[in-house]
């Protein structure tokens, strides 16, 4: 079922059980888990249309300072040129379609290893040797594809989407809920990655983002660190908002002693993206949810700090991340995966709390629309 044979019944018929009502609404269908055909679809009708996060603005300061990232199976590159202007590529050379750049790093021009053809950071064909007894061959008419880049609080985003609106534009509110409360994070750096790679659809682990119902059971540690009775969920456009304050008394997860940051202010961002900011000194996680297969999923958590030198306290922070939060977030999701894919499950109940608590799943409801709404796109409905 490519996106291009996907039909409006189809649509309809993965969306029995939801209701724009939260207090009615079942979940998304497990079929939208553990099909291959629904993940082929989200590749195409979510991922090629929406913003993908990239980097902090940092790596991409400099002139000639390049990221390259696979975008829903692409290969794209982000590049600050010599005129100071930020600008994102298709990853591909024009002559036989190698791989440009790899990794990070910083160049005075984009030289394809396969056969040299050389780009400057415009992305314009500057020299592409023994070329010069071809019939109508102008290396001024050749030019790298572009790709939408836009830098967004700090970070930078890509959108393979030529005819998508600014991030800006689409996000609402965002911008502002994350200046007040992480005014810093502009100037924050980077400090250390964790990596994993988990056995579960991609939506399952953004589901798990996206309550905190199981954290009373699941995340003993974690509702000491936040006050559970502040924890308040709000869900807006392609985005929602995850704010608790501080536990008042000690806390099992990690020290919080002295922290200039005493507010729990997380951010998922459509479709994959979360930004969150713990208690502690000025700091920023991202994490980015990478789908790979309907039953596999890559995760990147980066560490923003206000220095590269991590302090004993974010050491042990990152280390509860790890060793705790992580570990029992993936326990999770990888069991949900599994009870999926058997025939004793197809949908659930979206449990709702009116007042918008952390144990309501209703940012998981507004998700599973946002999901739907794309599929229906892709179906013309």
Same mark, same amino acid.
């Given at each position: 079922m490519q996106s291009q044979a996907f039909s409006a019944g189809t649509a309809r018929g993965i969306a029995q059980g939801y209701d724009v009502d939260p207090a009615r609404s079942l979940s998304l269908h497990a079929d939208a888990y553990t099909k291959t055909q629904w993940f082929e679809l989200e590749r195409d009708a979510i991922f090629k249309r929406s913003w993908q996060w990239v980097c902090h603005r940092e790596k991409l300061a400099a002139p000639g300072a390049y990221v390259a990232v696979d975008v829903a199976g692409h290969p794209v590159c982000a590049v600050r040129g010599a005129d100071g202007v930020l600008r994102a590529f298709y990853n591909v050379c024009k002559h036989r379609a190698h791989r440009i750049l790899s990794g990070e790093g910083a160049v005075k021009r984009l030289m /394809?290893? @396969?056969?040299?053809?050389? @780009?400057?950071?415009?992305?314009?064909?500057?020299?592409?040797?023994?070329?010069?007894?071809?019939?109508?061959?102008?290396?001024?008419?050749?030019?790298?594809? !572009?790709? &939408?880049?836009?830098?967004? /609080?700090?970070?930078?985003?890509?959108?393979?989407?030529?005819?998508?609106?600014?991030?800006?534009? &689409? !996000?609402?509110?965002?911008?502002?809920?994350?200046?007040?409360?992480?005014?810093?994070i502009g100037d924050l750096t980077f400090a250390h990655r964790?990596?994993?790679?988990?056995?579960?659809?991609?939506?399952?682990?953004? $589901?798990?983002?996206?309550?905190?119902?199981? /954290?009373?059971?699941?995340?003993? $540690?974690?509702?000491?660190?936040?006050?559970?009775?502040?924890?308040?969920?709000?869900?807006?456009?392609?985005?929602? !908002?995850?704010?608790?304050?501080?536990?008042?008394?000690?806390?099992?997860?990690?020290?919080?002693?002295?922290?200039?940051?005493? $507010?729990?202010?997380?951010?998922?961002?459509?479709?994959n993206t979360c930004l969150m900011r713990y208690p502690g000194r000025g700091n920023m996680i991202v994490m980015h949810i990478i789908?790979?297969?309907?039953?596999?999923?890559?995760?990147?958590?980066?560490?923003?700090?206000?220095?590269?030198?991590?302090?004993?306290?974010?050491?042990?922070?990152?280390?509860?991340?790890?060793d705790v939060l992580q570990a029992e977030d993936i326990a999770l999701v990888e069991s949900v995966q599994h009870g999926m894919e058997s025939p004793a499950f197809s949908q659930?109940?979206?449990?709702?709390?009116?007042?918008? !608590?952390?144990?309501?799943?209703?940012?998981?409801?507004?998700?599973?629309?946002?999901?739907l709404d794309a599929y229906n796109q892709a179906a013309g409905a």
């Open positions: /394809c290893p @396969y056969h040299a053809w050389t @780009y400057d950071l415009t992305g314009r064909l500057k020299g592409a040797p023994n070329t010069e007894h071809l019939k109508d061959f102008d290396t001024g008419e050749i030019c790298l594809e !572009s790709v &939408q880049v836009e830098e967004f /609080c700090g970070f930078i985003y890509v959108n393979l989407d030529p005819k998508a609106a600014p991030l800006a534009a &689409q !996000s609402g509110d965002l911008a502002r809920e994350i200046t007040r409360f992480a005014p810093d964790l990596t994993y790679d988990i056995r579960s659809n991609w939506k399952n682990v953004v $589901d798990n983002f996206l309550e905190c119902y199981h /954290c009373p059971v699941a995340h003993k $540690d974690f509702v000491t660190l936040v006050d559970m009775d502040t924890y308040r969920v709000t869900t807006h456009g392609i985005y929602s !908002s995850h704010m608790a304050e501080a536990g008042k008394n000690a806390n099992t997860a990690y020290s919080v002693d002295g922290v200039t940051v005493t $507010d729990h202010a997380v951010w998922w961002l459509w479709p789908p790979v297969g309907p039953d596999r999923t890559l995760e990147t958590y980066d560490f923003f700090f206000e220095s590269a030198e991590t302090t004993a306290a974010e050491e042990e922070a990152i280390r509860y991340i790890d659930g109940r979206i449990v709702h709390d009116p007042s918008g !608590s952390g144990k309501s799943e209703h940012a998981v409801h507004h998700f599973h629309g946002l999901v």
